[in-house]
C-alpha cells in the first residue's frame, strides 16, 4: 500500500513513528511517501535549517531529542554559547552542535548546486528514516508572521506599526505571545512542488493529514501552487487527524495561529476549514478524539466521515491505533502489493 502524508514537525513526525509501526505489522511492503512542510526553513549563521525536514528525519532515524521533540539526542549547544559571546544574533535560536553538521551538510550541497530534494534524500540515506522524505517544494517559501512591531513602534495617529518576523522569531523568541495579525509565505507565488509532489499524492491508494499545525504546516504545503488541487483530485482517500482536542491544540501553539486566520480553535472548526472533498475541499474523513464525540454529528453534516476514537499520541502502539483508524475510516484499500 502507497501512503502520502503532508507533515509538519513534532506532531506529524510523531505520528509517522506509529503509522510505520502499525504498516510494518500489518501491511508489509507498503510504502510511505511525506510531503514535508519546508515554511519554517531559515538562514542561521549563514547555515539553511529545515526544522520540518530535520525532525521528521531524526525522530524516523532514532536522532530525535525525545524531550524536546527536535534537535538531537544528546546535544550540547558549545557553538551556540560562542556566538553568544561575540554577540552575533540570533541568540535566541537553539543551534546544536550535532545539529550543524546536518545544516553544513546541507548548506554545502545547496551551494553546490544539488537540489533540496536531492540533499533531503542524500541525508536520510545516512539517517533511513523508512519513508521517502519530500520537501513541499525546492524554491524557497518561509512563512513571516505580522505582528505589531516589538519595539511599540507607533505610526503619527499612535496605531502600533506592523511588521513582519520570520515564523522561527515568533515561535522560539516570542513563543507565539505576539498576536499574530496574519501569515506571509515569502516566495509562495513563484514556488514549484518538488519534482515527486504531485505523483506522490495523486499515485498514493491513501492520502494522510496527521494532527500537525493546519495554518503553519499542513495549510503551508497546501499553499504551494498546485498541491491543494492534486489533493482535490486524487482517485485515494483523504483522511485528517485532529490536532486540536478538547477545544485546545495538543502541543505546539496551533491556536495562536488558527485565531489569527480566524478559525475557531476546535475539532470541527479545523475540519470546516479543510472541507469536504465533495463539495470541493480537501477531506474526506476526520478523526477526532474521544472527548470530542459530541462534535461528530456537526462534521459529519459537512459531507465529512467522523469517527471519535483515543487519538492522544501518548506511545508509539496508542499512535498505530490512531493510524489503524486511520485506514478503516479511509474504507477499502488495496491489500497490501
Ligand atoms: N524550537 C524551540 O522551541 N526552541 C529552539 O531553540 C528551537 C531550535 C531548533 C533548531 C533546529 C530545529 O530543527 C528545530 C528547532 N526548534 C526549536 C523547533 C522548531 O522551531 C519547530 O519545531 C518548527 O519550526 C515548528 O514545527
Known amino acids: 500500500m502507497r501512503i502520502t502524508v503532508l507533515a509538519g514537525g513534532i506532531g506529524g513526525a510523531r505520528f509517522l513513528r506509529g503509522l510505520s509501526a502499525l504498516l510494518d505489522r500489518e501491511y508489509p511492503g507498503s510504502e510511505i511517501t511525506v510531503i514535508g512542510n519546508t515554511g519554517d526553513d531559515i538562514w542561521v549563521h549563514g547555515l539553511r535549517v529545515c526544522p520540518d525536514l530535520d525532525t521528521v528525519m531524526y525522530t524516523l532515524g532514532s536522532g ?42 546541507r548548506t554545502q550541497s545547496l551551494a553546490s548546486g544539488y537540489t533540496l530534494t536531492q540533499v533531503t534524500g542524500a541525508l536520510c540515506e545516512h539517517w533511513q528514516p523508512g519513508v521517502r522524505l519530500l520537501p513541499m517544494s525546492d524554491d524557497r517559501a ?29 515561535w522560539i523568541r516570542y513563543r507565539a505571545s505576539l498576536p499574530a495579525h496574519g501569515f506571509a509565505l515569502v516566495g509562495i507565488d513563484t514556488a514549484k512542488p518538488g519534482p515527486d509532489v504531485i505523483d506522490a499524492i495523486m499515485s498514493a491508494d491513501l492520502v494522510l493529514f496527521p494532527p500537525s499545525n493546519p495554518v503553519v504546516s499542513i495549510g503551508t504545503i497546501l499553499q504551494v501552487p498546485g498541491i491543494a488541487d492534486a489533493v482535490r483530485t486524487t482517485p485515494a482517500p483523504v483522511v485528517g487527524v485532529s490536532p486540536i482536542v478538547g477545544g485546545a491544540p495538543v502541543r505546539g501553539m496551533a491556536d495562536a495561529c488558527l485565531t489569527a486566520i480566524g478559525i475557531q480553535t476546535s475539532a470541527a472548526a479545523v475540519a470546516a476549514h479543510y472541507g469536504a472533498r465533495a463539495s470541493g475541499g480537501l477531506i474526506d474523513a476526520w478523526l477526532v478524539d474521544s472527548t470530542d ?44 502489493q
Not at 554577540?87 to 543551534?95: A, I, K, N, T
Not at 465529512?304 to 489503524?324: G, K, N, Q, S
Not at 486511520?326 to 497490501?336: E, K, T
Open 142 to 170: 518561509e512563512t513571516h508572521v505580522i505582528v505589531d512591531d516589538p519595539s511599540g513602534a507607533t505610526a503619527p495617529d499612535g496605531t502600533p506599526l506592523r511588521t513582519a518576523i520570520h515564523f522561527q522569531e515568533w
Open 64 to 105: 530525535i531529542s525525545e524531550e524536546r521533540g527536535w534537535g538531537r539526542e544528546g546535544e550540547t549547544f558549545t557553538v551556540k554559547d560562542e556566538l553568544a559571546s561575540y554577540g552575533v544574533e540570533p541568540s535566541w535560536f537553539g543551534l546544536g552542535d550535532k545539529d550543524i553538521a546536518t545544516h553544513l551538510v
Open 293 to 336: 464525540a459530541a462534535e461528530v454529528p456537526a462534521i459529519e453534516a459537512l459531507g465529512i466521515r467522523c469517527l471519535a476514537v483515543p487519538a492522544m499520541m501518548t506511545d508509539i502502539a496508542a499512535t498505530a491505533d490512531i493510524a489503524a483508524a486511520c485506514l478503516a475510516i479511509a474504507g477499502p484499500v488495496p491489500a497490501s
